[in-house]
């Protein structure tokens, strides 16, 4: 892979890298906040030790490390995307399955180096769980 400066990107792989930059800043930080996830009243996930990842203008998101979620209730599936500034998601399902459930997890396990930090963390989609920040 070739080098890029902040705000270009490099070609590997057929996938365009993007280098987060003033146009699309990406930070990661440590929650100091307790942050715990459920599906109705099931803990699905809970932990002192989430990081916050905040890109550009959206709403930041919670990167719980895998050893605080109940991997018991996470079915991996077929689903996958793409994120220049991150690299290919993978997902997982919700189990019992349900209409809400499905595709509603999803984790870096080769991230961008820029986001390195979230290896080994899953996110959600906070409208398909409650995601409850405990200060």
Same mark, same amino acid.
């Given at each position: ?40 009243? $099931? ?10 990842? $905040? ?6 998101? %919670? ?16 689903? $996958? ?28 396990? %080769? ?25």
């Amino acid at each position: 892979m070739r080098r890029a400066r902040a705000g270009l990107s490099a070609v590997m792989a057929d996938k365009t890298v993007k280098i987060p930059g003033p146009d699309h800043p990406i930070t990661v930080e440590k929650n100091p906040d307790r942050v715990v996830v459920k599906v109705g009243d $099931q803990v699905i996930a809970d932990t002192r030790d989430a990081l916050s990842l $905040q890109e550009a203008n959206y709403p930041a998101v %919670q990167y719980i490390p895998r050893d605080d979620v109940d991997l018991t209730l996470l079915e991996r599936t077929e689903h $996958q995307t793409y994120c220049p500034y991150k690299g290919d998601a993978s997902y997982y399902s919700l189990l019992p399955a349900g209409a809400d459930g499905e595709n509603a997890v999803w984790t870096y396990e %080769q991230p961008y180096e820029a986001v390195a930090d979230i290896r080994d963390h899953v996110a959600f989609y906070p409208d398909k769980v409650s995601i409850e920040i405990i200060a």
